[in-house]
């Protein structure tokens, strides 16, 4: 018999459709009987499948068998007394064909089956964890439980998943994929506690998979209850904001995460403590510090007994401009400072917000060109990109009107014209709104360091 260009296969029968996220229920029914699944899948999808004995004998010895489009030998099988299971990147796009079997020694036994089956992006039995929040849950025999969340590129999630298991025996083991699915971005396993920190590089819906792990002749067989706690930042705001000059009273719970967040202003120094209060003295206090975008964090603290932090709010500044579609420009900052400690960064983003439109970064002069698609006001945001935002002090920036990335001039007639016909975006010189005399004043002061 021929089943999607594999051949063989003695007593075939088709099964129920599989479900994403999901499990069926099925049987070997007779000796010899090989229970024959499809699904549909694309070049970068990420496939799991777990065929588990449920049978009250216990004699059956689940087998699965992936195959490709074209058939051919097997691109990944897999073999247990308990819990058979496989884990696939698919290679090319087109039908796949799953073989569920007995293979005991005699391949004469028959019984029950749960055939669980996880495909990413697309799996998501659990929905979205809260930010900042728990869920608690539950891993039967083989089960993979799958969760979803959308994050913007830079946001930093940490995700735990904690045994809360009267047994213990349960391996907790959680995996993170991206929006195209493919390989895992990152997972951890643990006998109690598994943790990923993870900064995200774009932007899409996220997929979380959560499973024991426990590796044996039986395979992954153990099961028990979970909490599962997930913070993405910015964002997760579980605990109220502390009293400034005062003292916060909390615990953690195996695993647990605790959020707090505050605002402040580009030049507010802050410092935070976080003091282990438990009798054992068990607790190892680590605190983090993530800025209003995200990312990395600002900088952490971490001790046996007392974490501190001490930072100060990094200024930075914003320009605005109007502008025509068309419109070509070039603006630079230059470090003026002593020190010369600044690593200047410039960003430019359009009349729509989102991201940037471009960048540039350096350690003396930043610089930007730029030929506007749209009309509108458009954003210029300088800052210190040094690791933490430590640095300060002075910079300049200038407002290139005829391209050639010099000061000279060619700009002060141009900035004459502009100025005479009150029309051009770059005669706006102190960005607001309105070009007059003060922009005058204002270029000649930028005119004058050149």
């Avoid at 293979?103 to 055939?115: I, K, P």
Wanted: charged fraction near 20%; charge should be negative; hydrophobic fraction near 35%.
């Amino acid at each position: 018999m021929t089943v999607a260009g594999v051949t063989g296969f003695s007593s075939t029968v088709s099964a129920a459709p599989l479900i994403n996220g999901g499990h069926i229920s099925d049987a070997i029914s007779v000796v010899g009987e090989e229970d024959v699944y499809t699904f549909t899948a694309s070049v970068g999808d990420h496939v799991e499948f777990r065929m588990v004995d449920t049978s009250l004998s216990g004699d059956l010895v689940p087998r699965i068998e992936l195959y490709g489009p074209s058939g051919g030998n097997a691109l990944a099988a897999g073999q247990s007394h308990t819990v058979a299971y496989i884990a696939y990147t698919i290679q090319e796009s087109g039908t796949f064909t799953l073989l569920a079997k007995d293979a005991s020694t005699y391949q004469d036994c028959t019984g029950s089956y749960n055939l669980y089956y996880v495909k990413i992006p697309g799996a998501n039995e659990l929905g979205t964890p809260t930010n900042g929040g728990v869920l608690s849950e539950t891993i039967a025999v083989g089960d993979p439980d799958t969760f979803t969340f959308t994050a913007v590129a830079g946001d930093h999630v940490e995700i735990r998943m904690v045994d809360t298991s009267a047994s213990g025996d349960l391996l907790p083991r959680i995996e993170l994929y991206g929006p195209s699915g493919g390989n895992s971005l990152t997972s951890d396993q643990s006998y109690t506690v598994a943790s990923i920190a993870y900064t995200v590089p774009e932007s899409g819906t996220y997929t979380l998979l959560a499973k024991d792990n426990t590796s044996s002749t039986l395979g992954p067989f153990n099961t028990g209850s979970y909490d599962l706690y997930y913070v993405k930042v910015p964002g997760a705001d579980e605990i109220p904001t502390p009293t400034n000059g005062g003292v916060f009273s909390e615990t953690i719970d195996v695993g647990d995460l605790d959020t707090y967040s505050f605002t402040a202003l580009a030049g507010d120094h802050v410092e935070i403590r976080m003091a282990d209060t438990s009798v054992s003295g068990d607790l190892t206090p680590r605190i983090e510090l993530y800025g209003p975008s995200g990312g990395n964090y600002l900088t952490y603290g971490q001790s046996v007994t007392v974490a501190a932090i001490a930072y100060t709010v990094p200024e930075s500044f914003t320009y605005t401009f109007i502008a025509n579609v068309g419109e070509t420009f070039d603006i630079e900052i230059t470090d003026t400072s002593t020190s010369g400690d600044l690593l200047l960064r410039i960003e430019l983003y359009g009349p729509s917000g989102g991201s940037y439109l471009t960048y540039g970064y350096d350690q003396d002069v930043a610089y930007i060109h730029h030929t506007t698609t749209e009309i509108g006001t458009y954003t210029v945001l300088v800052k210190d990109a040094n690791s933490g935002a430590w640095a300060i002090g002075d910079y300049e920036i200038n407002c290139v009107t005829d391209g050639d990335n010099d000061i000279d001039g060619e700009d002060l007639y141009q900035f004459i014209v502009d100025y005479t016909n009150k029309t051009e975006p770059y005669a706006d010189m102190d960005g607001n709104g309105t070009i007059d005399d003060e922009d005058v004043a204002r270029f000649a002061r930028e005119f004058g360091k050149h």
